[in-house]
């Protein structure tokens, strides 16, 4: 039997094991790259052009042109375009505040119903995202109209003399902006219900709690994620919306979305519509940053 050699080369000590290179995650690569391919592509190339053209010059032609300037930014301020945008904000208010006075309901009756009647309720929820929403402007067209379904039947039963002036207005654009964003509002809410610890409300109500009290002491701030998170998604799009004041609204109700429209294919004012695109774009990001402060917030009076 020999002895083992004092000093041989052949060690098993583990540093002088040969590396092994780690395998190259291919999967990762396939599956995000396309994703960053189409978001730079599509994203944020044509947001870096739109900022760069904001700060052009329109030509006699309806063009671009030089001299680089700040004028673009600076006339957005002039009274007449920041009304636009003030009534702009206050028509997204008032369709998010009416779309969480008609979700919440809906969603919370959804969330506590049995399972087979659930996912019927989802689903009228969901089936107006089979139809482009154009076409469903157009059908509120219908019914709005002077000659409209509405008009008709309330003349037939005698509570009229005269057709109602229900379109053409800020109340016909009001109420296209909140049957267009209402599904946003729903899904969130039910989403943020349905977590909902029941055990809690049985808790409040073995306390001697009223159900009213049940509602704003436990409800609604564990519930107030969804809330915030609906508002979001129903606030930020209806700043932007512009066929459906285009539509239902006429030539009586400017908002901002419709005036960027018009600066880009009726005015052909470029430089004008791409900085009140990147202002509208900056007081959306304004938002979205009070919505994950007020998130966090919350968060951390949660663990608290």
């Known amino acids: 039997m020999k002895a083992p050699v004092i000093g ?8 002088s094991a040969p590396k092994t290179s780690r395998p190259k995650d291919y999967g990762k690569m396939w599956t995000i790259g396309p994703v960053l391919v189409w978001m730079v592509a599509l994203f944020l190339l044509p947001l870096v052009l739109v900022l760069a053209v904001s ?15 700040l004028d673009n930014y600076i006339r957005f301020f002039d009274p007449l375009y920041f009304k636009i945008l003030w009534v702009s904000c206050v028509l997204a208010f008032f369709t998010t505040a009416s779309c969480l006075v008609f979700g919440y309901p809906f969603a919370y009756i959804i969330a506590r119903s049995p399972a087979k009647y659930r996912n019927i309720l989802m689903l009228l929820i969901i089936v107006p995202f089979w139809t482009n929403s154009l076409i469903r402007t157009y ?21 009229i003399d005269q057709p109602l002036s229900l ?55 564990l519930t107030a994620p969804g809330i915030l998170a609906g508002s979001l998604l129903v606030f930020i799009p209806s700043l932007g919306l512009f066929f ?21 294919l009726t005015a052909r004012d470029w430089p004008f519509g791409a900085a009140s695109s990147i202002i509208l774009m900056i007081l959306t990001l304004l938002f979205i940053v009070g919505y994950i402060l007020v998130s966090k917030d919350k968060q951390g009076k949660e663990l608290l």
């Open 8 to 15: 041989s080369t052949a060690s098993t000590h583990p540093a």
């Open 55 to 69: 700060f052009f010059s329109r030509s006699s032609f309806g063009g671009i042109d030089l001299p680089l300037t």
């Open 139 to 159: 059908a509120w067209i219908v019914l709005l109209r002077t000659e409209g379904v509405i008009n008709t039947l309330l003349l037939k039963l005698g509570l």
């Open 167 to 221: 379109l053409y207005n800020e109340t016909a654009v009001l109420i296209g902006l909140i049957y267009t964003m209402l599904p946003f509002m729903v899904l969130p809410l039910y989403a943020s219900i349905e977590k909902l610890d029941r055990t809690l409300l049985e808790a409040a109500r073995d306390l001697g709690a009223k159900p009213w009290q049940t509602f704003c002491r436990v409800t609604l701030p």
């Open 244 to 264: 459906i004041p285009d539509l239902m609204g006429g030539s009586k109700t400017v908002l901002i979305g419709n005036l960027i429209k018009n600066q880009f």
